[in-house]
T-cell receptor, first 113, second 115 residues
Framework: DTGVSQNPRHKITKRGQNVTFRCDPI?????LYWYRQTLGQGPEFLTY????????KSRLLSDRFSAERPKGSFSTLEIQRTEQGDSAMYLC???FGLGGGYTFGSGTRLTVV | QQQVKQSPQSLIVQKGGISIINCAYE??????FPWYQQFPGKGPALLIA?????SEKKEGRFTISFNKSAKQFSLHIMDSQPGDSATYFC??????????????FGEGTQLTVNP
């Protein structure tokens, strides 16, 4: 296991289409985070899973966004009816415990045209 | 609500020089302050981190200085190298079961080290 894996790396979609991203965390990590990063900005927190439970969602996560982590392993982030404002890098990160740094994946860059 | 403010936005230093990036935070509940390094097309990578019970932490060429009373912390990169050219983000978090260790990031500093 070499780190957090995210797929696809790039996604171009037409406005109004649905997209789904996948994140495979480091295998022994029980905590998983999704962040969104727009150009020239720092990452912004979207949601957090401890094992399979989604414990917190940011107000940034509108009703069009949904995230799952079945069986506490990989996670998916789905965006329905994409808008141009959804264009960003979507980052996944994982950790084992609380209060420490976590490992980010390389992200999925979404472009909505 | 911007809780972590970072400066400068961009920084150019000569090879061998010292790079200094500053951050200020508002929430006194924060208890973990990491710095991340990000190269184009990559996710942020943890560089060094500090907790508020110490005023300084050094790892190789990287040092964090922490001033709890001023609610400020800074990253010093000694002997800066062209390979250090990247975007640097400060961040802060506190431990909470319901939110894990959600990080609040600064706006980032684009560092360029000229050879």
């Amino acid at each position: 296991d070499t780190g957090v894996s995210q797929n696809p790396r790039h996604k171009i979609t037409k406005r109004g289409q649905n997209v789904t991203f996948r994140c495979d965390p480091i295998s022994e990590h029980n905590r998983l985070y999704w962040y969104r990063q727009t150009l020239g900005q720092g990452p912004e927190f979207l949601t957090y899973f401890q094992n399979e439970a989604q414990l917190e969602k940011s107000r940034l996560l509108s009703d069009r966004f949904s995230a799952e982590r079945p069986k506490g392993s990989f996670s998916t982030l789905e965006i329905q009816r994409t808008e141009q404002g959804d264009s960003a890098m979507y980052l996944c990160a994982s950790s084992f415990g609380l209060g420490g740094g976590y490992t980010f994946g390389s992200g999925t860059r979404l472009t909505v045209v | 609500q911007q809780q972590v403010k970072q400066s400068p936005q961009s920084l150019i230093v000569q090879k061998g020089g010292i790079s200094i990036i500053n951050c200020a935070y508002e929430n006194t509940a924060f208890d973990y302050f990491p710095w991340y390094q990000q190269f184009p097309g990559k996710g942020p990578a943890l560089l060094i981190a500090i907790r508020p019970d110490v005023s300084e932490k050094k790892e190789g060429r990287f040092t964090i200085s922490f001033n709890k009373s001023a609610k400020q912390f800074s990253l010093h990169i000694m002997d800066s190298q062209p390979g250090d050219s990247a975007t640097y983000f400060c961040a802060a978090s506190f431990r909470q079961e319901t939110s894990g260790s959600r990080l609040t990031f600064g706006e980032g500093t684009q560092l360029t080290v000229n050879p």
